[in-house]
């Protein structure tokens, strides 16, 4: 039998059949790890990652968008394989890095999906540069609340895989960010294991971690009048196995967000696109056409 879930799955399951290139560029002196596909004279589509995380999480979409766009898939300053520069990653870093990344690359404008941490570095790159901005879309996003139960567990799972990365370690941590077993793939948990295991990810995760420390992620969530401030299109989607903070945050932000759309999820957890591609590929599509 070769069905959908008895047939051997990974990252090339996805990417097997996609022209991408991987490569790392300088973003002022971070060494920065992407993975491009489409044409660079269609529409940008820059794809961000969450907190820990690597442009792999994107592994499903890459492909399906690069029919129409210019992909552009990051590993964020500090993340995944980029580099780790001696200071804190609030989120004025990452968006300062992510507007060096699309200077580098020559790209005035462009649309952003993010997930979790990159919603909320989408967000904020979307207020302090509308010009640069065509369309969001918004998955499992972070930035409005912030309970300290939610900082407590992510900082305890996150340094406990780090300080001892383990498969059992590492495993742990996708319970929390994938809803079903078969989804939770050897592929993904090796991948982050591999990162968590270099001396520099050790050295760089109390930088990583700072948006869980209640005072850093206080002065740097965004407002409701600043979520109503945002004007470009967007697309928030709605996780129903998510944990609660960032299901009543996407809830409000969909509200606040004056020119903004819900597609509701309900099966995936924290990575829609990555546990449920074809929903997620075919909504961002429609939108980001549209």
Same mark, same amino acid.
């Given at each position: 039998?070769?069905?959908?879930?008895?047939?051997?799955?990974?990252?090339?399951?996805?990417?097997?059949?996609?022209?991408?290139?991987?490569?790392?560029?300088?973003?002022?002196? %971070?060494?920065?790890?992407?993975?491009?596909?489409?044409? +660079?004279?269609?529409?940008?589509?820059?794809?961000?990652?969450?907190?820990?995380? $690597?442009?792999?999480?994107?592994?499903?979409?890459?492909?399906?968008?690069?029919?129409?766009?210019?992909?552009?898939?990051?590993?964020?300053?500090?993340?995944?394989?980029?580099?780790?520069?001696?200071?804190?990653?609030?989120?004025?870093?990452? %968006?300062? $890095?992510?507007?060096?990344?699309?200077?580098?690359?020559? @790209?005035?404008?462009?649309?952003?999906?993010?997930? +979790? *941490?990159?919603?909320?570095?989408?967000?904020?790159?979307?207020?302090?540069?509308?010009?640069?901005?065509?369309?969001?879309?918004?998955? +499992?996003?972070?930035?409005? @609340?912030?309970?300290?139960?939610?900082?407590?567990?992510?900082?305890?799972?996150? &340094?406990?895989?780090?300080?001892?990365?383990?498969?059992?370690? @590492?495993?742990?941590?996708?319970?929390?960010?994938?809803?079903?077993?078969?989804?939770?793939?050897?592929? @993904?948990?090796?991948?982050?294991?591999?990162?968590?295991?270099?001396?520099?990810?050790?050295?760089?995760?109390? $930088?990583?971690?700072?948006?869980?420390?209640?005072?850093?992620?206080?002065?740097?969530?965004?407002?409701?009048?600043?979520?109503?401030?945002?004007?470009?299109?967007?697309?928030?989607?709605?996780?129903?196995?998510?944990?609660?903070?960032?299901?009543? &945050?996407?809830?409000?932000?969909?509200?606040?967000?004056?020119?903004?759309?819900?597609?509701?999820?309900?099966?995936?957890?924290?990575?829609?696109?990555?546990?449920?591609?074809?929903?997620?590929?075919?909504?961002?599509?429609?939108? *980001?056409?549209?």
């Amino acid at each position: 039998m070769n069905d959908a879930r008895t047939e051997y799955r990974s990252l090339w399951t996805w990417l097997r059949e996609v022209e991408f290139c991987q490569r790392w560029v300088d973003v002022n002196g %971070v060494a920065t790890r992407i993975a491009e596909a489409g044409s +660079s004279s269609r529409p940008a589509v820059v794809l961000l990652h969450g907190t820990g995380g $690597h442009w792999e999480v994107y592994a499903p979409t890459i492909g399906p968008l690069s029919a129409d766009f210019h992909v552009i898939a990051v590993d964020m300053v500090g993340n995944g394989f980029s580099g780790r520069p001696d200071y804190d990653y609030e989120i004025a870093v990452y %968006v300062a $890095h992510l507007a060096g990344l699309l200077d580098v690359l020559g @790209i005035e404008r462009a649309s952003f999906i993010g997930m +979790s *941490l990159g919603a909320w570095v989408a967000a904020r790159f979307a207020l302090d540069h509308p010009d640069r901005t065509d369309k969001l879309i918004l998955q +499992s996003p972070a930035g409005l @609340i912030a309970t300290a139960s939610n900082m407590a567990r992510i900082r305890a799972e996150r &340094t406990a895989a780090v300080e001892n990365p383990t498969w059992e370690s @590492i495993k742990a941590m996708f319970d929390h960010l994938i809803a079903d077993e078969e989804n939770r793939i050897p592929d @993904i948990i090796a991948l982050r294991q591999a990162i968590y295991r270099t001396p520099a990810t050790r050295d760089a995760i109390d $930088h990583v971690l700072i948006l869980q420390d209640p005072a850093a992620r206080e002065r740097n969530l965004l407002t409701q009048e600043q979520w109503a401030a945002i004007a470009a299109p967007t697309l928030v989607v709605a996780s129903g196995k998510d944990h609660s903070e960032y299901m009543n &945050t996407a809830q409000q932000v969909a509200r606040l967000i004056p020119n903004s759309t819900t597609v509701e999820m309900a099966q995936v957890r924290h990575w829609p696109a990555f546990e449920d591609p074809e929903t997620f590929n075919a909504a961002a599509l429609r939108f *980001l056409r549209g």
